[in-house]
Nanobody, 120 residues
Framework: QVQLVESGGGLVQPGGSLRLSCAASGSFFSIDVMGWFRQTPGKERELVASITSGANYADSVKGRFTISRDNAKNTVYLQMNSLKPEDTAVYYC????????????????WGQGTQVTVSS
């Protein structure tokens, strides 16, 4: 199984920047996908960005957010620039992992979430 530890959330003014980090640990064969979701009260959790060999972004964050990955450290980052009040949410780290070398599919794991608040 995989444990995910997030850091980097906080309070920032509109137009500011934050960098989120998420480190994976545990027992697994490989982590094929890492990404970030976010959720606000009363709404479904939505995908913000994910990365495999390339990166994918929600339309709402394209051009402002950048996802990157350090495979040696099993860590994923989310650089968030030009933040808007609409970006306020709890951000959850995600990974899709193969627990064993013979696993035919991915198992999903989630971090505990880190609060990002964008307010003047």
């Amino acid at each position: 199984q995989v444990q995910l530890v997030e850091s980097g959330g906080g309070l920032v003014q509109p137009g500011g920047s934050l960098r989120l980090s998420c480190a994976a640990s545990g027992s697994f064969f490989s982590i094929d996908v890492m990404g970030w979701f976010r959720q606000t009260p009363g709404k479904e959790r939505e995908l913000v960005a994910s990365i495999t060999s390339g990166a994918n972004y929600a339309d709402s964050v394209k051009g402002r957010f950048t996802i990157s990955r350090d495979n040696a450290k099993n860590t994923v980052y989310l650089q968030m620039n030009s933040l808007k009040p609409e970006d306020t949410a709890v951000y959850y780290c995600y990974c899709g992992a193969r627990i064993y070398y013979y696993s035919t599919g991915l198992s999903n794991y989630w971090g505990q979430g880190t609060q990002v608040t964008v307010s003047s």
